[in-house]
Each structure stands twice: as structure tokens, then as C-alpha cells.
């Protein structure tokens, strides 16, 4: 059975930027509403409670087909938000540095440039979902609770939740002061382990 995952700082802890309120309800009710019902759909389908998470999603076209959505939909949901709170420290912000930096700086020329182009993607997804940074530093955005594995991409090395549950009570339709709120919290020294292990 799934859990759902503790986070490392208090609700409180970022509320500069994301208050405690938005940070209690994403966490406490719509990431256990993922594990939830990512635990009853394994249910209907007891033989894929032995494969990890991530092997389910990144097979999701041959499961079966009557928990195949809901595996989609609520084991998507569970393993991007299960990272997105690691991709947030209270301590984050900033630039990153070292191989990280040097990466983003060949491809995007400037890390501003990178975060202008990640920003523009996210601004540009419609209705829900989410932009991602790639070991290759493509910038990618999918719809809803997809993930990258489910397009046979490599782990995300960054990822932003752009839902309005991620920031309408703080910041109403303006997804636009979310993400540049976002980027004060972002904690990239969690991006370089998760680059150093792609």
C-alpha cells in the first residue's frame, strides 16, 4: 500500500512565498486523495502491487485497461507530487551551481534564459498539468498528472505543479506570480542529485 510521503519542512516553512495553507491542503488532502485512490485501483489488480510505481507509469499503455486511467491519473498524481516537494526547501532559491549550471548555460546560454523558456512553458499549458527540466535540459509540459516516463522520457530532474491547487488561494488566477514565487523556493541542490544519478 502507498503512503503518503512526509515532507521534510514544515507547512509553514516556505509561506513567504507558498502560505501554509495552500502547502497543508496540497499536501494533506489532494496527494493522499492520489494515494488514496491509486491504492484502490491496485486493489482491482493485486498482481501489480510487485512492480514499483515508476515501472507501472512508464508502461501505462499495457495495463489493464479497467484500472489503466486511474493508475494514470492517481499513481501520475502520487509520484509527481511525492518529488515536488522535494524540489522545495525553505533554504532554496538562487542559481544552481557546478555541472548543473554549466548545463543549463550551454543550452539555454544564460540560466535567466533558461528560467524565461521554463516559465513561458509553464505559463503555456492549458488547464492542468505540469513543465519539467530533463537530464538533457529539454523543457517538457504534459497535461494533467502525466509524467515523462509515460512518454518513454528519462526521470524529470525538475518539475512544477501548474494545477490552480498549487497556488489559487494564494495567488487566484495568477499563475504567472506562482511560478516567479516558485522559482525562491526551487532547491537545486536536490536538481544536481537527481542529475548526477540520471
Do not use: C
Amino acid at each position: 500500500m502507498y503512503q503518503l510521503p512526509a515532507i521534510s519542512y514544515g507547512y509553514d516553512q516556505l509561506s513567504k512565498y507558498i502560505s501554509k495553507d495552500i502547502m497543508e491542503l496540497h499536501h494533506s488532502k489532494h496527494h493522499q486523495t492520489y494515494v488514496d485512490k491509486l491504492n484502490a485501483a491496485l486493489d482491482q489488480a493485486p498482481a501489480l502491487k510487485e512492480r514499483p510505481l515508476d515501472s507501472l507509469l512508464s508502461d501505462i499503455d499495457s495495463l489493464p485497461v479497467a484500472v489503466q486511467t486511474a493508475i494514470r491519473n492517481h499513481g501520475g498524481g502520487h509520484y509527481n507530487h511525492s518529488l515536488f516537494w522535494q524540489w522545495m526547501s525553505p533554504n532554496g532559491g538562487g542559481e544552481p551551481t557546478g555541472e548543473l549550471a554549466a548545463k543549463l548555460i550551454e543550452k539555454y546560454g544564460s540560466f535567466q534564459s533558461f528560467v524565461d523558456e521554463f516559465t513561458t512553458k509553464s505559463l503555456g499549458v492549458f488547464g492542468s498539468g505540469w513543465a519539467w527540466l530533463q537530464p538533457d535540459m529539454e523543457i517538457l509540459t504534459t497535461p494533467n498528472q502525466d509524467t515523462p516516463i509515460m512518454l518513454g522520457k528519462a526521470a524529470p530532474l525538475l518539475g512544477l505543479d501548474v494545477w490552480e491547487h498549487a497556488y489559487y488561494l494564494d495567488y487566484k488566477n495568477k499563475r504567472d506570480d506562482y511560478i516567479n514565487a516558485w522559482w525562491h523556493v526551487v532547491d537545486w541542490d536536490f536538481v544536481a542529485q537527481r542529475l548526477e544519478q540520471a
